[in-house]
């Protein structure tokens, strides 16, 4: 996977999309749904989408985006990055949880789980936590990210994001280990699919410090969606490069590279996207992207004031879902 990335002619060119479909589905683990259509629409429209499960899953992007730029700027994961993460996806300015009688419950309403209590004694955790991260080399870094996983949610630091942190932090570690580059997969694709076993594995330590399948459950996690990653980038690129012709073909005064790259970037383009990497005038990229649509490769949408076009072909790429194939 790292080396497909890799050999990409434009390697960050699918993250914005990639990192909204982890953010759709880490965010549905917590019953925060919503689609992908509202989503992308979300992302490039001028409409204001009122709906609050978008605008979270947004925020949750953002917070991808924020835990990369801190590790590009300092190679360490820390209680405050943490911080940041969980202000960012929620919105607000949470801290460290110091409210006491926090208690996990199950569907049926019984305590399965007493967290630590009191933002002394968390903050202590998570200082030992860091250092685990951060200094300790004496794990494979697949079964440390394991872990790393399971202490974050066991110390359970913030009153509600916690899940969604941890997610993030999955990410990160990936991508401060060395094993991924970018990090171009979203493992909460697995975990929604194998969510019963991801929650009974975590049980397991806590009940009975069964590691062993836990760590089973997540290096099958990240061997499954990074082979499904592949087949999925590999689909994509094998429609950009189908798509390329046709339109280099059919329509060789519109063709450009930037062109294309921009349709396939997300699967929701407008005029002001093709403006901004000077494709022409608002005139001129609406002839471009009219003559997209009479020929099949975009679908118009009246979104608002404005209009948007959409690839259909690439968001039925992104939409299937292959995990157990």
Request: proline letters at 4%.
């Amino acid at each position: 996977m790292n080396g497909a990335i890799r050999n990409l002619p434009n390697p960050t060119l699918f993250l914005d999309t990639i990192h909204l479909q982890e953010a759709k589905a880490s965010s549905a683990i917590e019953n925060i749904i919503t689609t992908n259509d509202d989503l992308y629409q979300a992302l490039i429209a001028d409409k204001k989408f009122d709906s609050p499960e978008t605008k979270e899953v947004l925020r949750y992007k953002e917070a991808i985006w924020l835990g990369l730029e801190k590790l590009k700027a300092r190679p360490f994961i820390s209680t405050n990055l943490c911080v940041e993460l969980v202000q960012t996806i929620k919105g607000n300015t949470a801290g460290i949880r110091n409210t006491p009688g926090t208690t996990l419950s199950n569907t049926n309403g019984e305590v399965i789980y007493t967290p630590p209590s009191g933002e002394e004694v968390i903050r202590k955790k998570l200082s030992e936590w860091e250092k685990f991260i951060n200094e300790d080399e004496s794990y494979d870094p697949l079964i440390k990210m394991a872990l790393l996983h399971y202490q974050f949610e066991a110390i359970h630091p913030f009153t509600d994001g916690n899940g969604r942190t941890g997610r993030i932090l999955l990410l990160l570690f990936l991508k401060l280990s060395g094993l991924l580059d970018i990090p171009a997969i979203y493992l909460s694709e697995y975990i929604i699919q194998h969510k019963n076993d991801y929650y009974r594995t975590i049980r397991e330590v806590t009940a009975h410090q069964n590691w062993e399948n836990l760590i089973l459950y997540m290096l099958e996690m990240v061997e499954k969606t990074a082979i499904h990653g592949l087949l999925r980038l590999e689909k994509v690129m094998a429609l950009m490069e189908t798509t390329t012709e046709k339109i280099r073909n059919d329509l060789p005064k519109v063709y450009s590279k930037d062109l294309v790259e921009i349709i396939f970037k997300l699967p929701y383009t407008k005029r002001q996207n093709l403006i901004d990497v000077g494709l022409g005038t608002l005139k001129t990229v609406g002839n471009y992207l009219n003559a997209l649509e009479e020929n099949g490769f975009l679908q118009s949408k009246k979104i608002g004031k404005e209009k948007l076009y959409l690839n259909s072909a690439l968001m039925e790429i992104l939409e299937s879902s292959t995990l157990d194939q």
